[in-house]
């Protein structure tokens, strides 16, 4: 499984370089938050970890662009491969607004954790130069990641990610 999903890293990777209006590499901090419930208890774990990726902006108009996305994202003993499609509404000089659907695919998870995770992305980029910008953004995970028949349980990643990007 993980084979495969390293070749579709790739591929992606190979598609959006080739067909790409403009591309970009991005990497910064991401603060991650696993919210797990069991048998109504609630407890919630933050970690801090990093992430590297890819971008491009598809421009559909002016002020309207679509921002497909390839990350690695690496948290303590969880590593995924996220992938975003995010609308991006420039809404002033320089100043995008970023929104979606990421579909996330964790790369180590064991029998009890669903390894598909998809997630609603809501965030803001800014352009400092042509280049360089800088990005804030916050995942909310919406899957749940526990498999465990006839458990009443639930675990969830979010997180809330910073950093800078290159644009070539």
Known sequence: ????????????ITIVSV????????????FATAKAKFEGLTVSENETGFYIGIFTNIEISDSFSIRPEVNYVSIEELD???????????VADSFTL???????????????????NFGIDLGAAY??????????????????????????????????????????
């Open 1 to 12: 499984m993980k084979k495969i999903m390293l070749a579709a890293f790739f591929a992606v």
């Open 19 to 30: 067909s790409a209006q403009n591309f970009g590499v991005k990497a910064g901090v991401d």
């Open 80 to 90: 995924q491969i996220r992938v975003p499609v995010l609308a991006a509404i420039n």
């Open 98 to 116: 970023l929104a979606g659907p990421s579909l996330g695919f964790l790369l180590d998870s064991d029998d009890e954790i669903n390894s598909f």
């Open 127 to 168: 352009d400092i130069t042509d280049n360089f910008l800088i990005e804030a953004r916050y995942n909310l995970g919406v899957s749940d990641l526990v498999d465990m028949d006839g458990m009443d349980a639930s675990l969830k990643l979010s997180g809330f990610q910073v950093g800078v990007g290159y644009k070539f």
